[in-house]
Structures are given as structure tokens and as C-alpha cells.
């Protein structure tokens, strides 16, 4: 399984940027996604993930300013970041989870930097 994460830069705050992850080397579908994020020197966190459903979750720190989609005919999962804070900078990580198929990995990441 491999996963490819971009969309990643530098932006100001109040700016946007939109995250993509494209799987390959499984059935997609049967793959709960999510997002998480690691800042230096603390610990990674899940910032937002879709099941297989189409349900979705959020941290209530990313609330009203993010949101998780995916396409299961292009195999890919999307984190749209609104209203940026310098808070948010992190490196951003892409990890897709399957119970069915016993599979948890993750992507490479990419790094997500707000200035103020």
C-alpha cells in the first residue's frame, strides 16, 4: 500500500490550503481515511478522518475550518485547511485503516507552515 501526500506550503494566516493523499496497492473503499498532524515537539494528533461511510470526524481545534473528503473512483482523500492559524503548522500525515483487510499506513507527509 502506498500513500502520497502533497498539497503542502507555506501560507499566511487567514490563507487556505487544500491537502491531497492518493492511494494505491489496495482496495481503497474498504479503507477508513484520516489526517493527522505533528508540530516539533509534540505529539501526533488526529485532525480530522472519513470512514468508509462517508461519516466524518474533527479535532475541536479544526472544527468549521477543515474538512475531510475523499473519492473512492480516484482513490484519493482531500483535507481542505480554511482560516489558517500559525497553530496549524505541522507536519501533515495521511493514514488509511482497514479492519477488514488488516492494513494500517501511512504517508510520507508534508509540511503545512503558518506565518503570522
Known amino acids: 500500500v502506498q500513500l502520497q501526500a502533497s498539497g503542502g506550503g507555506l501560507v499566511q494566516a487567514g490563507g487556505s490550503l487544500r491537502l491531497s493523499c492518493v492511494v494505491s496497492g489496495t482496495i481503497f473503499s474498504l479503507h477508513d481515511m484520516g489526517w493527522y498532524r505533528q508540530a516539533p515537539g509534540k505529539q501526533r494528533e488526529l485532525v480530522a478522518s472519513?470512514?468508509?461511510?462517508?461519516?466524518?470526524t474533527y479535532a475541536d481545534s479544526v472544527k468549521g475550518r477543515f474538512t475531510i473528503s475523499r473519492d473512492n473512483a480516484e482513490s484519493t482523500v482531500w483535507l481542505q485547511m480554511n482560516s489558517l492559524e500559525p497553530e496549524d503548522t505541522a507536519v501533515y500525515y495521511c493514514n488509511a485503516r482497514s479492519l477488514r483487510l488488516k492494513l494500517d499506513s501511512w504517508g510520507q507527509g508534508t509540511q503545512v507552515t503558518v506565518s503570522s
Open positions: 472519513i470512514f468508509n461511510s462517508g461519516r466524518t
